[in-house]
């Protein structure tokens, strides 16, 4: 059975860097997937930022991409997620996700989320 | 950006009766539509994907339907573990978009 842990601090200042890390047990990164990020800022609703294969490639959110950066750590199975300059507005649990997809021999299709991480809170503040 | 608009926000049903839960898309996905559910302090549980399949362990009284940009998801006969947040998320863009979720309380 797949499961994801999210870890990282749980309050970053304004205009620092937000770091998470999603750790993935009982399936090998490396085999397939992609694997994402999502986050619910409180009592809103889902917004996805980002996923990534083993292979390093991503697809990134354009409201986010000039600030998020997503990185894979096969030999660990994890990945994580680095987002700059952050604000009050980037206050919200952070889950990581597997995201199923199909490749052609020009382009990858992402699809739905499943499984999905418990979430952790990060809250912005000084 | 694909806009995905749920309605309503707010559905008071009794147990035992039946929930329709409507999803929107401002442009066609065909049939590229996942819903969810959220329970307080949970994280989202995937329940139907291509707008009409089960996710594995999802009972029968799930049901979606639609493609293009009406999906409706209902529930046939409500328990009191079905009390909680739906969301739907399109994929047939890749800037993959949630609704705001409609929170489904108990009447």
């Known amino acids: 059975q797949v499961q994801l842990q999210e870890s990282g601090p749980g309050l970053v200042k304004p205009s620092e860097t937000l770091s998470l890390t999603c750790a993935v047990s009982g399936y090998s990164i490396s085999s397939g997937y992609y694997w994402g990020w999502i986050r619910q800022p409180p009592g809103k609703g889902l917004e996805w930022i980002g996923s990534i294969y083993h292979s390093g490639s991503t697809y990134y959110n354009l409201s986010l991409k000039s600030r998020v950066a997503i990185s894979v750590d096969t030999s660990k199975n994890q990945f994580s997620l680095k987002l700059s300059s952050v604000t009050a507005a980037d206050t919200a649990v952070y889950y990581c996700?597997?995201?199923?997809?199909?490749?052609?021999?020009?382009?990858?299709?992402?699809?739905?989320?499943?499984?999905w991480g418990q979430g952790t809170l990060v809250t912005v503040s000084s | 950006e694909i806009v995905m608009t749920q309605s309503p926000a707010t559905l008071s049903v009794s147990p035992g009766e039946r929930a329709s839960l409507s999803c929107r898309a401002s442009?066609?996905?065909?049939?590229?539509l996942a819903w969810y559910q959220q329970k307080p302090g949970q994280a989202p549980r995937l329940l139907i994907y291509?707008?009409?399949t089960r996710a594995t362990g999802i009972p029968a009284r799930f049901s979606g339907s639609g493609s293009g940009t009406e999906f409706t998801l209902t529930i046939s006969s409500l328990q009191s573990e079905d009390f909680a947040v739906y969301y739907c998320q399109q994929y047939n863009n890749w800037l993959y978009t949630f609704g705001q979720g409609t929170k489904l309380e108990i009447k």
């Open positions: 442009q066609s996905v065909s049939s590229n």
């Open positions: 291509g707008a009409s």
């Open positions: 996700a597997r995201h199923p997809h199909s490749c052609s021999s020009t382009s990858c299709y992402l699809y739905w989320f499943d499984p």
